[in-house]
């Protein structure tokens, strides 16, 4: 087999890696960098036989708009989804790519090349490492992953599941080179919200990403413990709705303890869109307006402690709603704080930090592996050549792992 990383040997987000067989080539990921420069395809993506995609983050599918029709592209139902309802709520053309299905855990084929995707823990919903193999040699592709999500069972399987002899393995670093955060795992920064909330009179605004399922789910359960309902705005509403396609236990608007902002200035953009794809959407447009499953301004102003809310209009929100003092739960990373990572956006953060009715709180924990995890996984797969991605210190990989062999973007490896 032969690979080449098209991006990601050096950089955080826009992965893209090549891989030969003697008669098939196929692509694993085709994202969009984090910096959202401009880049191009890969000389000849065209003809390959299929590109396959890790899991619904920007920066691992987000160029397929760019890829001829004709070109398969395989991942989960779910992740085809999610990357739709992105694309339909950033008002971008539907996608007419044509995605192929794989099951967790059930291997494929494509030419000449067996896949089996592994579902991992991480901040988005069904992300997956792939073992690739063909005749001759094994690759194990980690995608993103993490070690302490709701779903950190997954990660205990992986290092107990037997491998063939793995030639490579393509390992992310993204936490690599940085020392971890207040918030070990999901599980404390459920137990900070629900401090939070306990000790909060006013309404509690949480501002996390939609299609973090762990987080949502955690606000839910945490909104719960402290006797208060979730409420989300119409975007988050559909993910939930997704979401539950995988479980039973996602917390959608038909619960009880969930209600939809659906009227009023917070639906604004979003019922626009929903006006605009009914058959997209179907019963889903009637169901934001039943009574049982929507709520107002009003009743957030009238019982400001029963409330966690989940908008993508927090700020506009929390000006136009009569009330004296609310917390605000910021549960994402702490790089958009920063004028540095954030040039554009740091200001309005800081508003908000600076508002002496808002109590500020940060809760947080990665959606990557810490080292000693990813020491952990690659123990476990104990492969000849461990090859770094996905990451901005791939210098340190050699101070934890056997075996490392750089690449640079575009250059080959046979093995
Ligand atoms: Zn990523
Ligand atoms: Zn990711």
Known sequence: MKMIIHRGSHEIGGSCVELKGSSTRIFVDIGQPLDNRKVNLPDDIENC??????????????????????????CSSLTEKLIQASGIFSNKPALTNKFIHFTKWEKFQIGEFTITPYLMDHSSADSFAFLIQDNESALFYSGDLRATGRKSVLFKNILKT???????LILEGSTMGFEP?????????????IEIMKNESGPCFLLCSSQNLDRLVSAFKAAIQSDRIFVVDIYTAWILQIF???SENIPIIQWEKVKVLSKGFTAGNHYEVIKKHPEYFTSFSREIYKAENMITMNEIENNPNRYLIKTNYTEKLIKKLNINHSSLIYS???GYLTKEHNPKGYLQYEALKNEPSINFVYAHTSGHAYVKDLKKLAKALNPKMLVPIHTEHSEEYPKHFDNVHFLLDGQELNF
């Open 162 to 168: 037997s491998f063939p002899e793995i030639d490579v």
């Open 332 to 334: 994402m990373w702490s």
């Open 244 to 246: 539950s396609s995988i």
């Open 181 to 193: 955060k207040e918030f070990p795992d999901e599980a404390s920064v459920e137990m900070k919200m």
């Open 49 to 74: 036989d299929g590109i396959l995609i890790s899991h619904p983050h920007a920066d691992h599918y987000g160029l397929i708009g760019m890829i001829p029709d004709e070109v398969l592209l395989y």
